[in-house]
Every structure is written in structure tokens, then in C-alpha cells.
């Protein structure tokens, strides 16, 4: 894209984010989901598509353009970007790098609009940070079709989902990660059920829930690529560029929550003097400040090398083990320059701090991080 064009949606993104999203965070938070107003805007500024390609609809960012729009809406509730995350990441690049030309065109567009919400579908009780033991199967039909069975949890989107990318096992269990295919499974299926959405910590307006699929039959036309045992390669890809996304948004998260921080500390009185003045809470702005700048920088490094294809597997684990951690502590900070506060319902950095700790957790957690990038350096010495 040109880069007066991508200018232009940044600023546009920005002033959204701040005038209509922040307003709008209270409301969802105790709606637990986004307004239709902001779902319709976001989707007319081409949001749900903005890492899918141009052909289909979609904004066709590269990943140095798409960290700067985390960063920027990673500034308000993460069930904001989450509405549109699924379709452009994890769910949607599964599409993108495997799928067949018929099923882009089948699902992109869609996605790419926001008519259509896709899900990714691989957690199980039992296959979380190790996905190639999950038990969910697709067994071939007489007519060449697929019968897929098994429990999905804790997916994103599934209440609101159209279709989901499934990841189920064609092979044997012995066969690990290879026996493992993708399916794209359209939620209106018979057989296809989805649970009442979770009650989580926090993250409202974003919702998750288990699938059920019950003896659920698809044509062959679903399985993505049309090749059994690609679908633990389609997922490990979807996540490293979803973890690379998942760190820009870190940084736009603490960026905020320092902005808070700073406006709190040089308003707050004690004694008749402003906060801020103490150094022992100077220390903790200093702190976050420099952490987020660390962060930032990273992901601008680790997005450059992620498009010139250097390393699309190492820094973007680093950045989402980093960024992740980062704004656990800047949010923890941000409490504690709020005083007691910030331990109260009402108060924006509560409801941050409880959003935080779920990056963390999902698309790989801080452990599962460690053991990528030991396993490279390790694998780069030999
Ligand atoms: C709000 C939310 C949204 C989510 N959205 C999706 C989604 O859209 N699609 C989807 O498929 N999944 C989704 N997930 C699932 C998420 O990716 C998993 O919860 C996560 O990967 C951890 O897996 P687990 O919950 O099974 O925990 P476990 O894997 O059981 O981990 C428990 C603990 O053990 C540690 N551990 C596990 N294995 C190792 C190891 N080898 N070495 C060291 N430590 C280890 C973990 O780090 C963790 O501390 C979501 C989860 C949440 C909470």
C-alpha cells in the first residue's frame, strides 16, 4: 500500500479509537459487546480485512503497516480488536497461506467485509500449549466427505462465528502433528453446536465458548488446501504472525495505561502535594515508560524482519513473551499509582489490568514463548 494511503488509515483509525471506542469502553464493558455503530464503522473502514489481500476486499497491510494499527488499537478495549482479530489472523491467514482458490473465494470476501466472522478453532481440554495431541477427528465419508467429531474450548468469536477453521485429526493419534488437517466448517452445519459464551476475568465485549461437533459431515471441498496433514503447519503460521499482532497491541495497552498513570500522578494530592512529586512513583512512570518504548522498538524490528522474511518464527515469539510481560507490569504500576482507587470497579486501569493478563495466556503462553525460542537458538547452534 502507499504509504500516503496507509497514513491516511492510520489517522483515521486513531481519531476513531479515541472519539467513538474510548467513550464507548464503560458501556461495553457492562454490555459485555461492542455497539452496532462501532462494529459498522469499524467495518467501513475496511477493519475486518486489513491483513487480508486487496483481491478479496481486504487492506493487504504487510506486517510492519499492521503492528502500527495494533499499536493504535491496542490504545482502548482489547474486545474491540478482537471483533475484527479472527477474521484478519488467526482464523483468516489459515485461508490466506493454504487455502485453496475456491475457498478464499468462497470466505474472504466476506471476512474481509465483516458480513462473515471466522473462528479459529484448535484448543481442546487436552491440547492446549501442545495442540498435536488434540483429539477432535475427521474420518472420510464413502462419498469422499468428511465426519468430524470432537469438543473445542475456549474459542474466540464462536459465539458470532460463520465458519470456523477446524482442526481435526485425519491420521492416527501415534502420527502426532502430521496426522492433523484443517476444515473449514460452517457454524449453521447440523451437528455444530456453541456452549453459552465463557465468564472470564476480563476482556467483556470479547466472547469465547466451547463448540461441540457432533458426527458433523463436510464435503471434501472443506478441507483447507485440499491436503490431509497440513493443518498443524497452517495453525503454527497463523499464530507467529497473530503473536507479532498480539505484541503491537501490548504496547498500544501500555501506552494508555501510562497515559493514565501520568494524568492520575500529576492530578492526585497528598498532603497538598501532587504524587508525581514523590520519586518512588516517578520511578514507577520512568519504569513503564522505558518498557514500552523497549517494546515498541521491538516490534517495529521484529515486523521489518517478519517482511523481508528473515525470521518469521524467533522475534515474533520474543516480542509476545516481552510486550506481554511488559504490560502485566505496567498495568500492575498503573494500579498502584491509583492507590486504593485502583482497586475499585470504576476505575479504567482496573478493568485493564484484569484485560492484560489474558496476553499471557492465549495464542501460546509466556512458557510456551521460552521453549520456540530456546528450540531455535538450540536448532541454529547444531
Ligand atoms: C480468552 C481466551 C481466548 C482464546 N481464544 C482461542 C481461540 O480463538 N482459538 C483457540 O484455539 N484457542 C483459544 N484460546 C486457548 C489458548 O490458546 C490456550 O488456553 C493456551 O494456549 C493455553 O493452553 P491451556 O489453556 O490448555 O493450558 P495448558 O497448556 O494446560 O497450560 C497450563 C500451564 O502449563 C504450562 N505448560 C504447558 N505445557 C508446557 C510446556 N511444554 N513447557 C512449559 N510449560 C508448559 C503453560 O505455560 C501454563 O502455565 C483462548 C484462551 C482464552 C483464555
Do not use: W
Not at 520512568?286 to 521489518?304: F, K, N
Amino acid at each position: 500500500m502507499e504509504s500516503e494511503e496507509f497514513a491516511e488509515i492510520l489517522a483515521a483509525v486513531r481519531r476513531f479509537v479515541d472519539k467513538e471506542v474510548i467513550p464507548a469502553e464503560d458501556e461495553i464493558e457492562e454490555t459485555d459487546r461492542i455497539p452496532d455503530r462501532i462494529r459498522e464503522a469499524a467495518a467501513e473502514m475496511g477493519l475486518f480485512g486489513y491483513a487480508l489481500p486487496e483481491e478479496y476486499g481486504g487492506l493487504g497491510l504487510s506486517m510492519s503497516e499492521e503492528v502500527q494499527l495494533a499499536m493504535a488499537v491496542g490504545r482502548t478495549t482489547p474486545a474491540f480488536r478482537s471483533m475484527f482479530g479472527t477474521n484478519n489472523g488467526i482464523a483468516g491467514q489459515v485461508l490466506v497461506n493454504f487455502g485453496t482458490e475456491d475457498q478464499q473465494q468462497r470466505y474472504l470476501p466476506g471476512l474481509a467485509s465483516g458480513e462473515l466472522i471466522g473462528s479459529f478453532a484448535l484448543t481442546e481440554a487436552d491440547a492446549g500449549s501442545d495442540p498435536s495431541g488434540l483429539r477432535t477427528k475427521a474420518v472420510r465419508t464413502e462419498d469422499g466427505g468428511f465426519r468430524i467429531t470432537g469438543e473445542k474450548r475456549f474459542i474466540t468469536n464462536a459465539p458470532q462465528a460463520d465458519v470456523f477453521m477446524v482442526f481435526a485429526r485425519t491420521g492416527e493419534v501415534a502420527d502426532g502433528a502430521k496426522g492433523i488437517s484443517v476444515f473449514a466448517v460452517d457454524a449453521d452445519l447440523p451437528g455444530v453446536t456453541v456452549g453459552r459464551p465463557d465468564t472470564k476475568m476480563g476482556q467483556r465485549g470479547a466472547q469465547t465458548a466451547v463448540i461441540h461437533f457432533d458426527d458433523v459431515v463436510v464435503g471434501a471441498e472443506a478441507l483447507i488446501g485440499g491436503v490431509e496433514g497440513e493443518g498443524f503447519a497452517a495453525a503454527m503460521r497463523s499464530l507467529a504472525k497473530g503473536r507479532l499482532h498480539i505484541s503491537a497491541l501490548c504496547v498500544g495497552l501500555a501506552e494508555r495505561l501510562i497515559e493514565e498513570m501520568v494524568s492520575h500522578a500529576a492530578t492526585q494530592t497528598q498532603g497538598g502535594i501532587p504524587i508525581g512529586q514523590f520519586q518512588l512513583v516517578q520511578a514507577m512512570l520512568a519504569d513503564s515508560r522505558t518498557e514500552a518504548y523497549a517494546g515498541r522498538a521491538m516490534v517495529i524490528e521484529a515486523a521489518r524482519s517478519y517482511d523481508d522474511g528473515t525470521d518469521q518464527r524467533t522475534a515474533p515469539s520474543c516480542a509476545k513473551l516481552f510486550c506481554s510481560e511488559m504490560v502485566d507490569r505496567v498495568a500492575d504500576r498503573a494500579v498502584q499509582v491509583h492507590g486504593g482507587m485502583g482497586y475499585m470497579r470504576e476505575t479504567t486501569v482496573e478493568r485493564f489490568y484484569r484485560d492484560a493478563r489474558l496476553f499471557r495466556l492465549y495464542e501460546g503462553t509466556s512458557e510456551i514463548q521460552r521453549t520456540i525460542i530456546a528450540k531455535q537458538m538450540l536448532r541454529e547452534a547444531r
